[in-house]
């Protein structure tokens, strides 16, 4: 897709170090940046398993990445199933495994996907719309402190209760934007550089993708498709995400060793050309 710039490139790269002929799995194929250098990199034979639980994303990725051909398959699903699907397309023993985690800029930037407060939309919230709850549902029928429980959990967020109080009072919600009021009516409107909405929305958007159990299953069942002296590499946007990543690498379920000591984030130079990295953190582990 023009205009976007996977993050952490050359680092992806480095770590999982494509040569001709090997094969990859993708496991969050968005716009296809990173797929489109694996793929370059292991040119003329290697192939790549893509998964996306998006089917926007697809066939997006579908139209751009059509000149590779049958050197790139697709599936439409959760990454917590890789280890069959990795089965089902002879992708078993891989190179290497990438997860480039959270929301692509183009459900950010969609209205009508709802993960915007800086956009008026339907407060959907969910990256596969084939499933059926949405955050509306949540804000709308879930009780006062299941609510604020999730603001608290998925968010960090500290006024959770009245928060939470205040949505119930709002009801029903049907756009971001009145999600955005209720919370304004406890936190204020924006000021500083984090908008007061920020922790509320990606509490909901976590909890209506199941995104923490998710990645959990994932880190589990991709490091059992990996070849030994394969990689894994996953890059996450919160701190919650990065704790789970950290803490498996450290404790996986088989051999294997941590290639980052210490956390890779992006160069100034990067976040300057992308600002959507300057949260990103990378880490790298290897089988044994
Ligand atoms: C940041 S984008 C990936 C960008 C991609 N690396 C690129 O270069 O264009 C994250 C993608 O991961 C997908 N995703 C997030 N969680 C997922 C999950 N549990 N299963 C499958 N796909 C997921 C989202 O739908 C989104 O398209």
Do not use: C
Not at 108 to 132: A, H, I, N, Y
Not at 135 to 155: P, S
């Amino acid at each position: 897709m023009l205009g976007h710039t996977p993050v952490l490139l050359e680092e992806v790269m480095k770590f999982l170090d494509p040569k001709p002929g090997g094969r990859f799995i993708d496991a969050t194929l968005g716009a296809g940046g990173h797929t489109r250098a694996i793929l370059e990199r292991t040119a003329p034979d290697g192939r790549v398993l893509a998964i996306d639980q998006d089917e926007l994303a697809l066939a997006g990725a579908r139209e751009s990445l059509q000149s590779f051909g049958s050197r790139l398959i697709m599936e439409h699903s959760n990454f917590k199933n890789i280890a069959p699907l990795a089965a089902g397309h002879g992708f078993l023993e891989v190179e290497g495994v990438l997860a480039d985690i959270g929301i692509s800029s183009m459900m950010v930037d969609d209205p009508s996907r709802g993960f915007s407060f800086m956009r008026e939309g339907p407060l959907d919230m969910r990256m596969d719309r084939t499933q059926d709850l949405t955050a509306a549902d949540v804000v709308n029928t879930y009780a006062e402190k299941e609510i604020a429980d999730i603001l608290y959990t998925y968010g960090e967020e500290r006024r959770s209760r009245p928060i939470a109080r205040s949505i119930v009072r709002a009801r029903p919600l049907r756009l971001t934007t009145d999600l955005t009021r209720a919370i304004e009516r406890v936190m204020g409107g924006p000021r500083g550089r984090i908008h007061p909405a920020t922790r509320t929305f990606q509490a909901l958007r976590i909890f209506v993708n199941g995104e923490l159990s998710s990645l959990e299953s994932f880190l589990d069942s991709s490091m059992t498709v990996i070849r030994s002296g394969g990689r894994l590499v996953v890059i996450t946007f919160h701190s919650l995400e990065d704790r789970i990543v950290k803490q498996k690498f450290r404790t996986p379920p088989v051999p294997g060793r941590v290639l980052t000591k210490k956390v890779v984030v992006a160069t100034e130079e990067e976040v300057r050309r992308n600002p959507r990295a300057r949260s990103a953190k990378l880490r790298a582990w290897e089988k044994s």
